[in-house]
């Protein structure tokens, strides 16, 4: 069973940074897409930033040139590097892994990301 564990979250200026980073248990890392997605108080949740078991990345329009997803595939962990944080960047924050075979979807419990004016 797949299990992710994310942290980094907390409570930044704007114009600051944070990391977070999803801890992947329960199964073979590098067969999975990775993804980090947000949902803020009163909207839905939305893709922030992927990247697939192959490496390539793709971003939401709201966060290019800000945040920068990675993966490292030895400590079966995904980053979020998110840059030049805004306001409009608060929500709680979700790792997300799909295995590419499957098509099996996981979710963690999120992290809280609140930036302050």
């Known amino acids: 069973q797949v299990e992710l564990a994310e942290s980094g979250g907390g409570l930044v200026q704007a114009g600051g940074s944070l990391r977070l980073s999803c801890q992947f248990y329960?199964?073979?890392?590098?067969?999975?897409?990775m993804g980090w997605y947000r949902q803020a108080p009163g909207k839905q949740r939305e893709s922030v930033a992927v990247i697939s078991a192959g490496g390539g990345t793709n971003y939401a329009d709201f966060v290019k040139g800000r945040f920068t997803i990675s993966r490292d595939n030895a400590w079966n962990t995904v980053y979020l590097q998110m840059n030049s944080l805004k306001p409009e960047d608060t929500a709680v924050y979700y790792c997300?892994?799909?295995?590419?075979?499957?098509?099996?979807?996981?979710w963690g419990q999120g992290t809280q990301v609140t930036v302050s004016s």
């Open positions: 329960g199964s073979i890392f590098s067969i999975y897409n």
């Open positions: 997300n892994a799909e295995n590419v075979r499957t098509r099996d979807v996981y």
